[in-house]
């Protein structure tokens, strides 16, 4: 059987920065011999309103492990809707990213428009995968936790197929 950890490439390795997904990232690393190749980008949305424990997490799983990650943080102006690449040092703590999607969608998310994790997280890496990495397909892995599945599943009315390895 093959390594569910070896991803097809190109890939993103979306790091939440929880320990499932560190988790993942661990094995990811672990499958290609501790490093990564060209084709596979490890990317952290951060939405500013992440706690504190989880920006050292990432930092330090990137240090440690020698893994680059990029930090990227949703930016939007009247009509524009993008990404900044941000580091541990100038991430934002105060909930900058989460106030502009709120601005830019002129509400507050709620349990019928659950936009932010598409507009500060999904959105975001997309942009700077197509701009930065150039590549218009590619295969995304998420960690997700045990709990998780079904919420995704209801999310998108059960169309989805969710493995967990």
């Not at 507009?119 to 930065?132: A, G, P, W």
Request: aromatic letters at 12%.
């Amino acid at each position: 059987m093959r390594d569910p950890y070896l991803l097809d490439l190109p890939a993103v390795v979306s790091f939440s920065g929880g320990r499932t997904s560190g988790y993942m990232l661990w094995h990811v690393l672990r499958a290609f011999g501790g490093v990564l190749p060209d084709g596979v980008r490890v990317v952290f949305a951060n939405t500013g309103r992440e706690r504190t424990e989880t920006l050292d997490f990432v930092e330090r799983c990137s240090l440690e492990w020698g893994v680059d990650i990029a930090w990227l943080e949703y930016r939007w102006e009247p009509g524009r809707h993008y990404f900044a690449e941000v580091n541990y040092a100038t991430a934002s703590r105060n909930g900058e990213p989460f106030e502009q999607v709120i601005r830019a969608r002129g509400m507050l998310p709620n349990p019928v428009s659950r936009f932010c994790t598409v507009e500060l997280k999904i959105r975001t890496s997309n942009r700077y995968v197509r701009q930065t990495l150039g590549w218009e397909r590619y295969f995304n892995a998420v960690g997700l936790r045990a709990d998780e599945p079904r919420r995704v599943a209801k999310m998108v009315g059960g169309q989805s197929r969710i493995e967990m390895t």
